[in-house]
């Protein structure tokens, strides 16, 4: 396409000077008519000349932009294939985030379960100790006693030191073998 170019308008610069120059010729001696023909054609050489070095240049910058091209398409590739490795990493993480949520309902779960199994067993195991001491008719033991209906959350420290006696005296006073006590429970603590 360039090279047409270049062909058609060097055709037209050389046909322009031959006109010019016949026009010359005919008003002019012979003598002139060569000189200027002449210079003419020296002038149509540098003009090729140019126009040879400007369509050198042009297809340099065709070349140029056809190396650019070619890059800016291995980049695109690039930034597809680096476009596919990300979306596949966030399914992974999406699918470890899952994985993970269900893990942890799983493991709440089997803890609740779990506590649930403890507390029943220890309420088996302070029932059957409670159930397993005989019958009080009253403290063991003379002097004078306080009756103490056991609360929520009481300890035998806690009475003993409230009451200002030991653990070891309400558990004799109670006949009890263990330091286990009972919500509502009547225990008798001596009186000093």
Do not use: W
Not at 87 to 109: S, T, Y
Request: charged share 25%.
């Amino acid at each position: 396409m360039v090279r047409k170019f270049v062909m058609s308008v060097s055709s037209l610069i050389i046909a322009a000077f031959i006109l010019c120059g016949c026009e010359s010729m005919m008003n002019d001696s012979p003598d002139k008519g060569a000189l200027y023909q002449k210079q003419q054609f020296e002038m149509i050489r540098t003009q090729e000349a140019n126009i040879a070095e400007l369509a050198t240049k042009v297809n340099s910058t065709q070349d140029s932009m056809a190396d650019t091209v070619r890059q800016m398409s291995q980049m695109n590739q690039q930034i597809s294939s680096l476009a596919q490795r990300n979306k596949a990493l966030e399914d992974d993480i999406a699918e470890l985030k899952q994985a993970f949520l269900g893990e942890k309902k799983e493991r709440q779960a089997a803890m609740d379960g779990m506590i649930k199994q403890v507390g029943t067993e220890m309420s088996k195991v302070a029932n059957s100790v409670n159930s397993t001491a005989p019958a009080q008719s009253g403290p063991a033991g003379k002097g004078k006693f306080a009756e103490y209906k056991v609360q929520p959350g009481a300890t035998l420290l806690a009475i003993a030191q409230a009451y200002g006696v030991s653990v070891d005296e309400i558990k004799k006073a109670n006949k009890m073998t263990k330091d286990f006590l009972k919500t509502g429970q009547t225990i008798y603590i001596p009186q000093k």
